[in-house]
T-cell receptor
Framework: DAGVIQSPRHEVTEMGQEVTLRCKPI?????LFWYRQTMMRGLELLIY????????DSGMPEDRFSAKMPNASFSTLKIQPSEPRDSAVYFC??????????FGDGTRLSIL | AQSVSQHNHHVILSEAASLELGCNYS??????LFWYVQYPGQHLQLLLK??????LVKGIKGFEAEFIKSKFSFNLRKPSVQWSDTAEYFC?????????FGAGTTVTVRA
């Protein structure tokens, strides 16, 4: 079992640039989640996909954030344009519905 | 909306001491309950889960948790901690798909 795979592990970029985070869920899982973790706000759910369809995006901070899941084995989270306050660790998780979520190693994003 | 409260923000204890972390949730329906652990610089890992049945759940690394429905609680325990248990611990409640996390408790174990 390869687990949830995220890339890149670290990203440092200047404000205003576009940032794309990638996630490959565990094969066979039909639910995918994007979370953001910061010291101030803890773990926040950004968006949830079920069978590749976005079900709940109420946690997406603003229009600068977008997420896609073109197929069952790949998802992206995009920030355009990026701002320093977007600096955080972004986790992707996958599961079979209602089963425990399995988390990736995260992407540590720093916006300068 | 459901919420999850963890009683302690930071716990410091010595090796071999007993650990108990409190967790309460505010949802009256059927829920699934989880404890996750996050070691420094790592991702969240599942410690244990409760779906139904015996309310005393045993997880990995000697951890256990007790579900008390009348108190809406799911406290985590370990009889004797080790230095390697230093981590952040998150209680989580799942109703349908959405996993609501508590704010986390940082546990520091002194050698």
């Amino acid at each position: 079992d390869a687990g949830v795979i995220q890339s890149p592990r670290h990203e440092v970029t200047e404000m205003g640039q576009e940032v794309t985070l990638r996630c490959k869920p565990i094969s066979g899982h039909n639910s995918l989640f994007w979370y953001r973790q910061t010291m101030m706000r803890g773990l926040e759910l950004l968006i949830y996909f079920n069978n590749n369809v976005p079900i709940d995006d109420s946690g997406m901070p603003e229009d600068r954030f977008s997420a896609k899941m073109p197929n069952a084995s790949f998802s992206t989270l995009k920030i355009q344009p990026s701002e320093p306050r977007d600096s955080a660790v972004y986790f992707c998780a996958s599961s079979l519905k209602a089963q425990p979520q399995h988390f990736g190693d995260g992407t540590r994003l720093s916006i300068l | 909306a459901q919420s999850v409260s963890q009683h302690n923000h930071h716990v410091i204890l010595s090796e071999a001491a007993s650990l108990e972390l409190g967790c309460n949730y505010s949802y009256g329906g059927t829920v699934n309950l989880f404890w996750y652990v996050q070691y420094p610089g790592q991702h969240l890992q599942l410690l244990l889960k409760y779906f139904s049945g015996d309310p005393l759940v045993k997880g990995i690394k000697g951890f256990e948790a007790e579900f008390i429905k009348s108190k809406f609680s799911f406290n985590l325990r370990k009889p004797s901690v080790q230095w390697s248990d230093t981590a952040e611990y998150f209680c989580a409640v799942n109703n349908d798909y959405k996993l609501s996390f508590g704010a986390g408790t940082t546990v520091t174990v002194r050698a």
